[in-house]
Each structure stands twice: as C-alpha cells, then as structure tokens.
C-alpha cells in the first residue's frame, strides 16, 4: 500500500464560507497544522463568464429546478486540477461511501471534491472531468457541501498520523464488514449496570471472541444485510 505524505483537497461549491469551522477544530485542525493535509476553496461562481457571476440556467427538456452550466465547472475543475489529481463529484447518484473507498481516497495525492448544487450538474461536466460520483447516503441534502465535509473527515482518519493510534482505525465499524464491539470504562458499575465480567479479566482471547460475538450480535440487529455480505465473502474465500 503506497501512501502519500501529505493529502491535498480542493473542494469547489457555490458556498466556500460553508466550510468555516468544520476544518478548524479537533483532528482536522491538527492534521493541517502538522501538514497533513492541505485544504483549498474555490467558488465556482468566479468561474461564470458573466458580471453577475451566473452559474446555472433552465434544464433542457423542461422540469423544475435548475442545473449548474457545464463551463463553469469544467473551468473551475481545470483551474485546481494536476496530473496527479483525482476528481470526485458528491452526488445522490454515486456509489454509496464505504470505510473501503476511505482508505483507497486517503492513498491519493490531491483530491478535487466537486459539491452539487441546484437539481444538478450538466453531465458533460461530469463526463469529461470526474472521475467518480460518490454519495454519503440514500436521501438528497440542499447541496454537496454537507457531504464534501463528511467525505474529508472519514478519509483523513485513514491518513498516517491524522490518528493518535493508528490501530484505533482499523478496529472501528466497517472495517471488518460489520460493527465494531461496544465499549466500556470506567466505573464498573453504573446506576446497576456493570461492565462485562471477560472485559476484565485479562483473558484477551476470550475478549478477542466475546467482541466478534457482541460485533456479529448488533450487526444481526441493525443491519442484517452486512451479516449477510460477511458469510457470501466468506464462502468465496473457502471456496
């Protein structure tokens, strides 16, 4: 696995000043202040060829809504892009964003996010420059920005010494294709509820089991469909 020194972003919107806060505190602040990553903003506006900084227009083919213009985009995309870059537009209609596409984003050199906006892109921008559409769920958002910073957040915590301990990534939900176990800490007893009698006793087998088991019982509960992916990816290893 090639990983990269330091992650370059560059997230293009209608609406930079969006983007104040959420790269200013916790982890991201401290993996931009170490250089880690490097995130840049580019208002597609400044990009609209007109004095009143325009960027969509009416659908061909009728229906409601707007659709963001083709030039503009691919101006802006082409004013950040590198031989290097990787561009991904945030859109309902993209792939689903997994803890897999994570880690595989994180091994790239310079990310170009493109956020949607309005009903959508004009698909010639996406066809001549994205690379790949990815959605953060099944459910449509006022624009892509809310995903660009989600998309960030769970990439950079697969970037090398973004994470004070690097194993901590590896053992959180998803990365085994289930759950991750639940927690405890102290005190042992809370308001009745005590802490699991093997999580203290020092046997870090019968842990290692008890929390595959706690891991499988909650991902039966809440999303049977990953159990399900789980024993059909086993079955093609054994096979």
């Not at 007893?189 to 008890?210: D, M, Q, Y």
Request: hydrophobic residues 40%; contains cysteine; aromatic residues 6%.
């Amino acid at each position: 696995m090639q990983w990269v020194l330091k992650v370059r972003i560059d997230i293009l919107s209608l609406f930079p000043g969006y983007f104040q806060g959420p790269f200013d505190v916790s982890m991201l602040m401290k993996a931009r202040e170490k250089g880690l990553i490097e995130i840049h903003h580019t208002d597609i506006r400044d990009f609209s060829g007109n004095k009143h900084r325009r960027v969509d227009d009416r659908p061909f083919g009728g229906g409601p809504g707007m659709v963001l213009r083709v030039e503009p985009v691919v101006k802006a995309i082409r004013s950040v892009r590198r031989p290097v870059s990787h561009v991904v537009c945030l859109s309902p209609q993209g792939s689903v964003l997994s803890a897999a596409k994570c880690e595989e984003l994180a091994q790239k050199e310079h990310l170009i996010l493109l956020c949607g906006h309005y009903e959508g892109i004009d698909e010639r921008a996406l066809d001549i420059e994205v690379d790949e559409e990815i959605s953060i769920g099944d459910y449509v958002l006022t624009n892509g920005c809310v995903a660009a910073i989600v998309l960030v957040d769970a990439v950079s915590r697969f970037i090398p010494g973004v994470i004070g301990h690097p194993d901590a990534v590896r053992e959180d939900s998803f990365q085994e294709g289930i759950f991750d176990a639940p927690h405890y800490t102290r005190p042992e007893i809370f308001e009745g509820l005590t802490v699991p009698a093997v999580l203290c006793g020092g046997n870090h087998s019968e842990i290692r089991k008890w929390r595959k088991q706690e891991a499988l019982n909650k991902t039966g509960r809440v999303r049977p469909e990953l159990i399900d992916k789980e024993k059909s990816s086993e079955s093609l290893t054994n096979y």
